[in-house]
């Protein structure tokens, strides 16, 4: 069975810092791993996805993520955040021959001036 | 606008009734999936459709149900509403019946609220 934890529900920073923003995986076979954003009041928008070949994967917005096997981790990063990224910030889990994506409970990015 | 349309955006109904929440798919994409959304229980998958049939079915109550139609857009019903149906519900689509290579589309959700 797949899952997905991302530690803290909750991330604040300053408007310049940088964004760590934290998922870990369970999988029995090498996971296809993805990040989603969702602004206030609407879906979810795909920001990055590691499907295979090269670890760091690039997204929009300037964010970034590496696959790292050994740690079952995806982390999300952003060298400096902006007021705009402020938002909430999925991780999502599947396995070739799954039929769906398995979600993370979100965590809330909040950017302060 | 990602292609995936949900409606209404926003349903208040009173509990013992039932609503239809209605999507439509991107153009192209064959599988459709329903998740809820709720403070206390996250993303939750409900079911998902694949060219007018049933292909994976997650925590889906008895007193909901889905079908998707003929021209790919998808219904889902909830009947008998409880106060705890309160919730965001998001339509997605994919092209493929499977979307661990390409992820999906979501649509903007329906906010129902059961008073």
């Known amino acids: 069975a797949q899952s997905v934890t991302q530690l803290g529900s909750h991330v604040s920073v300053s408007e310049g810092a940088l964004v760590l923003l934290r998922c870990n995986y369970s999988s029995s076979v090498p996971p296809y791993l993805f990040w989603y954003v969702q602004y206030p009041n609407q879906g979810l928008q795909l920001l990055l996805k590691?499907?295979?070949?090269?670890?760091l994967v690039k997204g929009i917005n300037g964010f970034e993520a590496e696959f790292k096997k050994s740690e079952t981790s995806f982390h999300l990063t952003k060298p400096s955040a902006h007021m705009s990224d402020a938002a909430e910030y999925f991780c999502?889990?599947?396995?070739?021959?799954?039929?769906?994506?398995?979600f993370g409970k979100g965590t809330m990015l909040l950017v302060s001036p | 606008d990602s292609g995936v349309t949900q409606t209404p955006k926003h349903l208040i109904t009173a509990t013992g009734q039932r609503v239809t929440l209605r999507c439509s798919p991107r153009s192209g994409d064959l599988s459709v999936y329903w998740y809820q959304q709720s403070l206390d229980q996250g993303l939750q998958f409900l079911i998902q459709?694949?060219?007018?049939?049933?292909?994976a079915k997650g925590n889906i109550l008895e007193r909901f149900s889905a079908q998707q139609f003929p021209d790919l857009h998808s219904e889902l019903n909830l009947s008998s509403l409880e106060l705890g149906d309160s919730a965001l519900y998001f339509c997605?689509?994919?092209?493929?019946?499977?979307?661990?290579?390409?992820?999906?589309?979501f649509g903007s959700g329906t906010r129902l609220t059961v008073v």
């Open positions: 999502a889990v599947s396995e070739r021959g799954y039929s769906t994506l398995t």
């Open positions: 590691y499907t295979t070949g090269a670890t």
């Open positions: 459709y694949y060219n007018g049939e049933e292909r």
């Open positions: 997605a689509s994919s092209v493929a019946r499977d979307p661990w290579r390409s992820g999906y589309t």
